[in-house]
Every structure is written in C-alpha cells, then in structure tokens.
C-alpha cells in the first residue's frame, strides 16, 4: 500500500501544481467573452482578473508550508515529543488528546498568522470588500479560531475513543458519528454559532417583504419569520439562506444582499435557496459526506500501518494524528471532482426553479452580473480547474443558461 499511496502523491504533486497554474491563467476563449461582454465593462472584467490573482506568489507559499506542516511536525518528532509529553502530565487518554490538539492547533495558528492577516485584512480592504479595523478583524478571527477549535476537539477526542475502543468497526462507527454531527451542526447553527458572529433584526412590512413571502408561498414554505442580519459590520458580500425543518423556515438575509439589490433580485435570490430545500440538498450533501468519510475511512485502514510503524506510533496513539489529517488530505483531494460536480449539479437544479418560480430570466440575469460585479468575480476560470474546485457553475454559465432557460412556471 505504501508504493499505492507514494503514485497518490506524485499525482497530487502534479495535479495541483497544474491546476494552480490553469486556475490563475484561466481560459478566455471568443465565446464566453462575447458573452462576458455583453453584460459587463472591460474594466469589472479587469477587477475580476486582478481579485482572482491577488498574491498569487504569497498565495503558493502558504500552500507549500501547509501541505508539509503535518510531515514536518511528525518527522521532527515534535509530535511524539507533545504526545509523549502530555502522557507524562496526565494520565487520561481523552485529556491526553484534548492538549494535544489545542497545541498543535495553536502551532499551526501562528503560523498561518501572516498569511491570513495578508489574505483576509490587508487585501480585502486593498480591494475593497471589508469594513473591519484591526480590533474587529482579531475578535472574528478569535472567535472563529476557538469554534473551529471546540468542534475538533469533539471530533478527534471521539475519534480517537473510538480508534481504542474497536478494532476494524470504527471504519464504519467514525462515518456515522460525523454524519450525525454534521446533522447536529445543521440545527443548531442559526440558533448558538450564527449570533457569536452576527446581530439579527426583523424583517417586515417593507418592499422587499411582500416578493419574498409571495415567493416562498409559491414555493410551498410557510415562513416562520424573516431576519436581517449585519453582514456590513464586516464585509459588503451578500448571501441568504432557510433554516428550519419541515414545511415553516426562518429566512436570514444579510443587509448586503439588500443593500445591493431591488426586491425582484431579493426574492429571485431567496427562490433559489427554496430550490435547494424543495430537492432536499442539503440532506443530500449531509449523505455524500458520510459516503465519502466512508471511503476515507477504508483508505485510512490500508494506508496508516503500511507508512507508519505501529508498535512505535500505533493508529490509537494521539501522536499520529499528523500523518492522518497528511493521508485524509491526499485523499480528498481525489474526491473533490465528485462532490464538486453533485455541488455544480445541485446548483444548476437550484437556479432552474428560481427561474420556474420567478418567470423572470432578466431579474436572474440581473442578480448575478450583480453577484459578479460585488464580488469581483472572475469571469474567464479555466474548465479543468473549475471542473476540480468548482462548487458552483461560472457566472458565465450560469447567464447563459438563463437566457436559454424556456419559461415554465410550474414548480
């Protein structure tokens, strides 16, 4: 298995490097700029190019150093040292995990420091995309740090009492607790995580209200309540999305969205996330997840004992811990063209009922040269990269289908 797992490498190696070179040239052939310009100025295509390529060279250097910081921190025996050491400290194994963790993730914040403050502070603001001051942008970041933080010591303290409590079964056990977290995640978030991160304010009796909620009754949702929630306090990018189970859903829609856009754009926007619900996606991603967890999992089986020898660092011991995330990584990595395209393809299903619903190609239209102008997205991406990475169809495409779209309002 370990010559099996050593090709898995050289191909990664490979395909990643020509991925990022075909992702940062594009592919702008004469047909899809007709169609760019026929929506779009040469200079928010230029805007579009420049955003996408923005520290480009800074960019491949962070890659580098978190593609070989799980290697580096198990070969210099850093990890064995720390597991070792928290052995010493204490003698119960979940603890043993729990510091572990909360050191190698702090490790591995420090050194990525740099590059996010880079990425996330100092070019945003470059391009003009986020309303943090420096104060705002290290409580965010605290915040997401320690959730991130808390969620991976629920699932790798499970996963390792799992590893010491069964034999071959965890490949199987470990699938389904993740699948049930995931599920769990689900539920709370707009409820416990959402509001560490955002104020909501009721939605109501304005002209963006009466589209919305004609909208969703179409749709067969009865709306529970409409929220607003302050995206501006961070950043001018727009979303909207349901929660709830059965047939009442909550609707959040950040003040961006409808600071940017008339209440057709609005309701067309919130039609599409209506069509994500009606086909069950999100369900249907929460399943694939487990699917591919599983696969991951049964790789992992064959391929840790045959790199690592396990009277010295066996599957149990926290000290492994690198080498798992290093071989799960490899792994993904092949597996991302299937979920992207399922991801792509609920996307496709998702903006055909916002046009069903609607009736309306030009509002469609209109919200994503909007989308695209916000955000400054690239307009010319290369096929291979985007059939890789991509979760969701180019704006191009997506245009193209609109105005290919035969009206049906039949939902």
Request: glycine fraction near 4%; hydrophobic fraction near 45%.
């Amino acid at each position: 298995m370990i010559y099996v797992f050593s090709i898995f490498i050289i191909l990664y190696l490979i395909l990643r490097g020509i991925l990022i070179y075909l992702g940062y040239i594009g592919k702008k052939t004469p047909e899809n700029e007709k169609l760019a310009l026929k929506y779009f100025s040469n200079e928010d295509i230029k805007k579009g190019i420049d955003y996408h390529r923005r520290g480009f060279p800074i960019s491949i250097i962070w890659k580098i150093i978190n593609f070989v910081f799980p290697i580096v921190f198990f070969i210099s025996g850093l990890s064995i040292f720390f597991s070792s050491f928290f052995q010493k400290i204490t003698a119960n194994n979940s603890m043993q995990v729990i510091l572990y963790i909360i050191t190698y993730s702090v490790i591995q914040l420090i050194i990525n420091l740099p590059f996010t403050y880079y990425f996330t502070y100092i070019l945003e603001h470059k391009f003009g995309f986020s309303n943090m001051n420096i104060k705002s942008w290290i409580i965010y970041n605290l915040k997401k740090f320690i959730i991130g933080l808390i969620f991976s010591i629920i699932v790798i303290s499970a996963v390792y009492f799992i590893f010491r409590k069964t034999n071959f079964h965890w490949v199987w056990i470990i699938p389904v607790f993740i699948l049930f977290f995931e599920l769990f995640i689900t539920l709370i978030y707009p409820y416990i995580i959402l509001p560490l991160f955002y104020k909501k304010s009721n939605f109501e009796n304005n002209e963006y209200t009466k589209p919305i909620i004609e909208i969703a009754e179409k749709c067969g949702i009865k709306l529970k309540k409409l929220y607003q929630i302050n995206e501006s306090k961070y950043s001018k990018h727009t979303n909207a999305f349901f929660t709830g189970f059965g047939p009442e859903k909550s609707i959040y829609i950040f003040d961006t969205l409808v600071k940017n856009n008339t209440p057709k754009e609005v309701a067309s926007v919130v039609a599409h996330e209506a069509g994500h619900w009606k086909h069950h996606h999100i369900l249907k991603n929460i399943v694939l997840n487990f699917i591919t967890s599983l696969i991951i999992s049964l790789l992992l089986y064959f391929t840790y004992p045959s790199i690592i020898d396990k009277n010295i660092t066996p599957l149990e011991d926290i000290a492994g811990l690198p080498i798992i995330l290093f071989i799960i990584d490899i792994y993904s990595f092949f597996l991302n063209p299937l979920q992207n395209y399922i991801s792509r393809k609920f996307e496709k299903t998702a903006d055909n009922y916002e046009l069903k619903a609607t009736g309306d190609k030009e509002t469609f239209i209109k919200s994503m040269v909007q989308l695209a102008k916000d955000n400054h997205i690239f307009l010319y991406p290369h096929p291979f990269s985007n059939f890789w990475y991509a979760t969701h169809p180019s704006i191009l495409e997506r245009i193209k289908m609109a105005e290919e779209f035969k009206e049906d309002t039949n939902v």
